[in-house]
């Protein structure tokens, strides 16, 4: 599963929309059109050849070191500096941004993994096709980009409800509650964008996660638990709740509870099976279960393969 495995959510102090994009975005290939400071100096082959340069002399200049070709079809001068990304977005049409899993991924939110570059394309631009590139033409208004470092991404919200109506439910509840946790948007923004997506393939499904998003989930298997329990009917969990001791001190916290009922839910990954946390996991459910509280413990067989037993099991404690 890659990506699944037990992780929490670390991210930056930096918002994307804090590092500027050149006006107009990176890329663009028309004069004027999105060059910063580092993308000056990378052209497309045929900005050479109009400039007056032969194939010839394109070939000869690569030859010697004179020009380098970070991409195909990018050309600029020995040392240049920036990701390939910067290259590519020479390459594309202006006002074109990065999106979907790509974009996920430079802001550190968990997606499934894809080895294509995702872009997305202004409406009524060329869709250009260019090998490891998913091309998409926008169907909404792409509106301001994010930036991070120097990148035009989508912003965050659309981001968010872009991925929410293509990824699979259990991918797509842990992406929005690592945007949220990570203020990456607000839930109020996230409501505004979807009303944007009405009528889109699978906007039911982003406006009903949008709905259930919660800040408090650490990782993905504990958004993803959250969600079997949700489909399943289930009240809605109360995620990371802290026991105290009776007198006011905090003791202990709990993946997702149920306070009243005192009923609380754990997600066992690959981290508690040394034996001194073993030891610590013992002592703590003791001492949980002295407090009169109730722990059923589930790992990623239950999540991935047997979902049903989690809903079962939880259910028959409430």
Request: net charge positive.
């Amino acid at each position: 599963m890659g990506y699944t495995r037990r992780m929490s959510f670390l991210w930056g102090t930096t918002s994307p929309r804090s590092a500027g994009c050149p006006q107009g975005g990176v890329g663009g290939g028309g004069k004027g059109q999105g060059e910063g400071v580092e993308n000056q100096e990378r052209r497309r082959y045929s900005d050479l050849l109009a400039e007056g340069l032969s194939r010839e002399a394109i070939r000869s200049r690569v030859y010697s070191g004179e020009l380098t070709r970070p991409i195909r079809g990018v050309y600029g001068p020995p040392g240049i500096t920036g990701s390939d990304l910067r290259s590519l977005f020479v390459r594309l049409p202006p006002g074109s941004v990065l999106g979907y899993h790509s974009a996920a991924t430079l802001f550190g939110l968990p997606v499934p993994p894809d080895n294509r570059t995702h872009v997305i394309i202004p409406a009524g631009a060329d869709v250009p096709f260019i090998k490891g590139v998913a091309a998409h033409a926008s169907t909404l208004p792409l509106g301001d980009p994010a930036c991070w470092d120097g990148i035009p991404c989508v912003p965050p919200e659309r981001l968010a409800v872009d991925l929410a109506r293509l990824l699979r439910r259990i991918d797509a509840l842990p992406l929005l509650d690592a945007a949220l946790r990570a203020a990456l948007c607000s839930p109020e923004q996230l409501a505004a964008e979807v009303a944007r997506h009405a009528g889109l393939r699978g906007v039911r499904q982003a406006r009903e996660l949008i709905g259930w998003a919660d800040p408090r989930a650490e990782c993905v298997q504990e958004s993803q638990l959250r969600l079997i329990m949700l489909d399943g009917r289930l009240p809605p969990p109360e995620p990371q709740i802290w026991v105290d001791d009776g007198h006011g001190r905090l003791i202990y916290r709990l993946d997702l509870a149920y306070r009243q009922q005192k009923v609380g839910i754990e997600y066992d990954g690959s981290s508690h099976i040394d034996v001194d946390r073993m030891h610590h996991d013992r002592f703590r459910h003791n001492w949980l279960a002295d407090k009169g509280w109730r722990i059923r413990y589930f790992t990623a067989r239950d999540l991935y393969r047997a979902p049903q037993s989690i809903v079962a099991a939880v259910r028959s404690l409430l």
